[in-house]
C-alpha cells in the first residue's frame, strides 16, 4: 500500500553534515505525518523528526538545533539536513509515514549512517 524509499546515508567526520531523502509512493493520503526514526547498534530505535502534510515539525530533543526536517514540493518526499554530526549519531535511519487517522506505521529500509571521529 505504501513504499518508503530513503537515500543519502554514508559516512562523515564529526562535525559534518549528510542529507537525507525519502520518497514515499503508493496510497499516502493527502493528510500524513513523515518522519526519521533511527536504531543504533544494541540501542532501541528511537524517533528522530517527524513533519505532518501541513507543515508542523516535531524533534528529538538530542537533535534539536541541529537537524532539519522539511518536505519536497510534491509533498511525498521528506529530507532530513544533519549538520554538526556526532558519533552518537551513528545509526541506521528509517523513513516513517503515518496516515491520517491510522496509528500504524509504515517504515522505509533504512539507511545507514556513520560519523567517524
Known amino acids: 500500500q505504501v513504499q518508503l524509499m530513503e537515500s543519502g546515508g554514508g559516512l562523515v567526520q564529526a562535525g559534518g553534515s549528510l542529507r537525507l531523502s525519502c520518497a514515499a509512493s503508493g496510497t499516502i493520503f493527502t493528510s500524513n505525518t513523515m518522519g526519521w526514526y533511527r536504531q543504533a547498534p544494541g540501542k532501541q530505535r528511537e524517533l528522530v523528526a517527524t513533519?505532518?502534510?501541513?507543515?508542523?515539525?516535531n524533534y528529538a530533543d538530542s537533535v534539536k538545533g541541529r537537524f532539519t526536517i522539511s518536505r519536497g514540493n510534491a509533498k511525498n518526499t521528506v529530507y532530513l539536513q544533519m549538520n554538526s554530526l556526532k558519533p552518537e549519531d551513528t545509526a541506521v535511519y528509517y523513513c516513517t509515514l503515518r496516515r491520517a487517522y491510522e496509528t500504524s506505521l509504515y517504515w522505509g529500509q533504512g539507511t545507514q549512517v556513520t560519523v567517524s571521529s
Open positions: 513533519i505532518t502534510s501541513g507543515g508542523s515539525t
